[in-house]
């Protein structure tokens, strides 16, 4: 069996995916469009030679707007090429994070009989009047320019969904579906620590509680809320050193885990542990995850398949932190879980293994969800008021149509009912 990745990262996952397949010994290419901005490595030792001269190209440093245009034309050739090589080499094809190699890929491949996989992040697939990583980084989007996404993003949901033989994706993201999506949470995120790299330290002084956040967008993450909680506590008289790390390579954030006590990952997450926290429990330290989707998530997911993490709502973050600050015990034990969760669990082999068994079909029932049955209407890597203020504005603008939930009528009332609240 031979297994074509790309074409973009997201946080080390495809590079890491690749390793784990690696290790199970399939013949796997794994291609880069477009090179990460924080610097995950890969091992190109065997890649092929044609897949290493297009990421050579692709991946030089941009000097000029000429180049970065110059770049957008080269990915769209090269990409047809890669998939003109690819076609007879590879029997399964993994894609990622919407990334297309061009309008016709997928029936083409179909035709083929290739297996296909699709792996959703979030904001690829989650509604995007309730994604906070397209709203609150675009410059004052309009409801007129969130009802056009909207729509093309349904659309490419469920194109994808007629084609793939399997769709990955977090339940609390995956409103458009039109068919049932195996559940992220349970095929896991592959993450492998540089041996090189520092290991665990004792904290020299057990007075003083180091807290690590590192944000990849400030804003997203919640992260000036965060902040304040901080300050809060120290006028408490709590003695912490909080470091906040953003827009640097991996490495140097994995450096700051190794020496941390704990890590607050981000407040408005619809998931229990996404890439920063899988990284720290690697290094046994326990990770406080803000957002709304526990209940929604703890319908789906069985006990022993839920990741060891302190979540909490938004407005518990403050209390979150004093807890871990405070109760030594807790702390330790959370953090220890959270190593042998993703040591056992989550390993890149492991992770491999899991897509390996959707490719056999030989995968627990489990592992697949109806999205027809979300009760699930709040944001993700956002506020509800402001969640709530856009899906007014939508529904103000086309009429509830505007939701794109039209086949799943109950989730649709529901959605109006949140916008109302």
Known sequence: ??????????????????????????ETCYVNLSPHIFSYKVD???QPVFVRFVEKILHRPVRSKAHSVLNIF????FAVLLFVWALPRYDVFI????CRMFPYDLPILKFFNKKIIWIFHGGDARPIYIDGGT???SDNLTPQECLNLTKKQKSQVNYIDKYADFVINNLAGAHFHLRPVVQWINIGIPHALNKNILKPEIAKSSKIIKILHSPSNR????SDLIALAINNLKLKNYNIDYVEITGRPNSEVIKEISTCDFVVDQLYSDTYMAGFATEAAWFGKPAIVGGYAKEELDRFVIPEDRPPTHYCHPDEIEHAIEKLITDTTYRLSLGKRAYEFV????TPKQVAGNILKLIKEDYPQHWLFDPKELTFAHGGCMPD?????MVKALIELDGVEALCLSDKPQLEALFIEFANS
């Open 343 to 346: 040591s056992t669990r989550w």
């Open 219 to 222: 804003k997203v993450k919640g």
């Open 74 to 77: 080269l990915r769209k050739i």
């Open 385 to 389: 008021d402001m969640a709530k203020h």
């Open 1 to 26: 069996m031979k297994i074509f990745i790309g074409l973009t990262e997201i946080a080390g996952y495809y590079s890491n995916l690749k390793l784990g397949f690696d290790q199970l010994g399939a």
């Open 95 to 98: 894609f990622g994070n919407a």
């Open 135 to 137: 709203i609150l980084t």
């Open 44 to 46: 190109k030792s065997n």
